[in-house]
């Protein structure tokens, strides 16, 4: 049995191109690097909190604390959220692209995408930055 041309579905091509880049290829550039990045961002993160110094069990309120009183954590914590979210909804848009059939499902579609991800990246980054120890 031989497939020809006619019997392959065609896939969704329109092109986003915005003065003059190509937005599509930056987004699956970007999703390379970030996805490298996290990676190490997570690996290092399951290793600090679950692996060294005792596991899981050391883990409550005091250690977070701790944990988020040095900017270098509240920067690698930041990093590894923003870049998750950023990653997460940008792969989320490619499959509303591809699957949604009416531009108007995508609108709405795309619209929740945003608005949950700035929601979690807003929220996330305010606990990260506003976190009080004192409140224990």
Do not use: C
């Not at 930041?78 to 059939?101: C, K």
């Amino acid at each position: 049995m031989t497939v020809t041309q006619h019997d392959l579905a065609v896939p969704n091509t329109r092109s986003h191109s915005r003065g003059g880049r190509n937005f599509e290829k930056t987004s699956w550039i970007f999703m390379r690097a970030s996805g490298l990045v996290l990676v190490i961002l997570v690996l290092g993160h399951l290793f600090i909190m679950n692996i060294l110094d005792g596991g899981v069990q050391r883990i409550n309120f005091a250690f977070v604390a701790g944990r988020w009183s040095s900017p270098f954590w509240q920067v690698w914590d930041l990093t590894m959220l923003w870049l998750a979210m950023l990653h997460g909804t940008n792969g989320l848009r490619v499959i509303i692209n591809d699957y949604a059939q009416s531009g108007k499902t995508q609108f709405w579609l795309r619209g929740v995408l945003y608005t949950a991800s700035a929601a979690t990246i807003i929220l996330g980054t305010l606990v990260i930055f506003t976190f009080d120890p004192n409140l224990a």
